[in-house]
């Protein structure tokens, strides 16, 4: 998918996202990514089995990628590559292709080549919150 209708139609029309490696620490760099996307609109989905059965901001955190009940437009990575071994196999075993939105930190060129070959639209090192507030105007946020 070409960059300006990911932009249009993803990051400024707020839609699905899977946060992979979202923790209930609240200092983390994801979780201000993700505080600010839900100012933003955009519906989260907490992706880490660790923290299953709690919550962060009010949403309950999903094992796997398969354990979302909604299907997600974009599945925001924020592990590091030496733990992403099992990312391609829980998204071949999707019935869609999301976005696979590589944050800063999570880059991973052979997986990511992997993805492409397969159909998958794959943004690499850049930050969703930064791509959002750069090109989609103003923030919801209030003064």
């Known amino acids: ?59 309950d955190f999903y094992a796997t990628i398969r354990d979302v009940p909604d299907v997600l437009d974009i599945i925001s990575v924020f592990i590091s590559p030496q733990n992403q071994a099992f990312l391609l196999g829980d998204l071949e075993n999707l019935t869609y292709k999301p976005i696979v939105w590589m944050q800063p930190g999570a880059e991973n060129p052979e997986l990511e080549g992997r993805l492409k070959a397969l159909g998958y639209s794959v943004v690499s090192g850049q930050c969703l919150m930064a791509i959002h507030k750069l090109h989609c105007g103003k923030s919801r946020r209030r003064p």
């Not at 992979?20 to 880490?48: C, D, H, W």
């Open 1 to 59: 998918m070409e960059w300006e209708k990911i932009i249009q139609n993803y990051v400024c029309s707020p839609c699905r996202v899977g946060v992979l490696g979202a923790t209930v620490e609240t200092g983390r760099p994801v979780s201000g990514v993700m505080s600010y996307l839900m100012l933003q609109g955009f519906k989260l989905y907490p992706i880490n089995p660790k923290y299953v059965g709690l919550k962060i901001f009010g949403l």
